[in-house]
């Protein structure tokens, strides 16, 4: 028997500008962090060189470039590719060798990053689970009245429980039956191992 959907899964966003300050904000961080993120994949993967400009809503200017932004745009504004001398040569595979290794960086870190903050919503979700079962473990300010008397009489049994097991140690401790033996008619006899035939 097939199991009904709950929910419609992944659903296509209509594409418009979005009316919310703070939204926008948000949708414009986590989708030029993406951006970024291709495009070291396209560089680190393929070896191209590339070019990211953006300009967020409030104007404030962000870039990504391999081997760099500079470079990119200097050599498309002239048409014309890098010089091929061989220390250019070098320089640019130094610097491509370090772009990529930073980019393998970054992608570790940010994939890092990924799973921290879903441990710590697992560990946050187990907190509030917690918190709901062990509610005698919250600030006593933070309890009800049915709690406060339920804790109170716990707290009083504990209290006798705990005293009725140290008079119980405190009393084997002072009681000096420890240095006798019992025999079979319930009198206790000291006992005396050089007495021949003597054996409780």
Known sequence: MA???????RQRVELAKMEKES?????????????FKKTSELSTLCGAETAVIVFSPGNKV??????????????????NPLPNGGSVRLLEAHRNANIHE????????????????????????IRKAS??????????????????ELLKATLEQLKANVIKKADNLMFQGA??????????AGVTIPYDGDVTGFDP
Not at 3 to 9: E, H, M, P, W
Not at 102 to 125: D, F, R, S
Not at 131 to 148: D, R, Y
């Open 62 to 79: 962000y870039s990504f470039g391999h081997p760099s932004v500079e470079s990119i745009v200097d050599r498309f504004l002239t048409r």
């Open 175 to 184: 009681n000096p039956s420890n240095f006798f033996s019992p025999n079979p």
């Open 131 to 148: 918190q709901a079962q062990c509610w005698w473990a919250n600030p006593v300010e933070e309890l009800s009245l049915e709690q406060l």
């Open 23 to 35: 939204n926008l904000q948000v949708t414009f961080s986590k989708r030029r962090s993406g951006l």
């Open 102 to 125: 930073l980019n393998m960086q970054l992608t570790l870190i940010v994939n890092e990053l990924k799973a921290e903050k879903k441990h710590g919503e697992l560990l946050e979700k």
């Open 3 to 9: 199991t009904a959907r709950k929910s419609r899964g």
